[in-house]
């Protein structure tokens, strides 16, 4: 069974840094595209940043370019994200999400971590 | 890159047909055939109903579907059931620094 576990979400001040962590299991994690998809509280979803199967592409959405930081370990089936100078509008549930290489749509995903940014 | 758009609510009854639009640019919807709808329960994780504007993932009733016409993509419910009450977005791959885009959401109500 596919399972994707997001975990590190909490309450941080305006300025500090969070790294989120999402558990790959039952599948070949090496294989798959990850992702990073947020959803502010009772608004929409919006994708954040993604990474290939080998690390070799990254990409982000524009309000993050800079602050955070996407990688993963292949050895350890583990999708990461470091978000650095953090704002209120990045609180928002953190999803992980599954992608095959080459597609463009989401799979699996996690059942989210929530980010809070509050002073 | 901005959202795109969609109603915000549709309603329908059950068993019957209800089409969420979702709108976007040449440089997104209209320019590739790379539009996937998600259903969200609340509190739940987003589950993929349609991929690549009008394929069906293996698990997922034919009573949905999906077609493109131009700069807007479209999903249809059909024989409408409570279970589908939800919300609903469409996602498209965008030729820009942002790789993807998310519609803005449409909450379906079954009456």
């Known amino acids: 069974e596919v399972q994707l576990v997001e975990s590190g979400g909490g309450l941080v001040k305006p300025g500090g840094s969070l790294r989120l962590s999402c558990a790959a299991s039952?599948?070949?994690?090496?294989?798959?595209?990850m992702n990073w998809v947020r959803q502010a509280p009772g608004k929409g979803l919006e994708w954040v940043s993604s990474?290939?199967?080998?690390?070799?592409?990254?990409y982000y959405v524009d309000s993050v370019k800079g602050r955070f930081t996407i990688s993963r370990d292949n050895a350890k089936n583990s999708l990461y994200l470091q978000m650095n100078s953090l704002r209120a509008e990045d609180t928002a549930v953190y999803f992980c999400?599954?992608?095959?290489?080459?597609?463009?749509?989401?799979?699996?995903w996690g059942q989210g971590t929530l980010v809070t940014v509050s002073s | 890159q901005s959202a795109l758009t969609q109603p915000a609510s549709v309603s329908g009854s059950p068993g019957q047909s209800i089409t969420i639009s979702c709108t976007g640019t040449s440089s997104d919807v209209g320019g590739y055939n790379y539009v996937s709808w998600y259903q969200q329960h609340p509190g739940k994780a987003p589950k993929v109903m349609i991929y690549d504007v009008s394929n069906r993932p293996s698990g997922v009733s034919n009573r949905f579907s999906g077609s493109k016409s131009g700069n807007t993509a479209s999903l249809t419910i059909s024989g409408l059931q409570a279970e589908d009450e939800a919300d609903y977005y469409c996602s498209s791959y965008a030729s820009s620094s942002t790789l993807y885009v998310f519609g803005t959401g449409t909450k379906v109500t079954v009456l």
């Open positions: 039952g599948f070949t994690f090496s294989s798959y595209t």
């Open positions: 990474i290939s199967s080998s690390s070799r592409y990254i």
């Open positions: 999400a599954r992608r095959r290489d080459g597609y463009h749509w989401n799979d699996y």
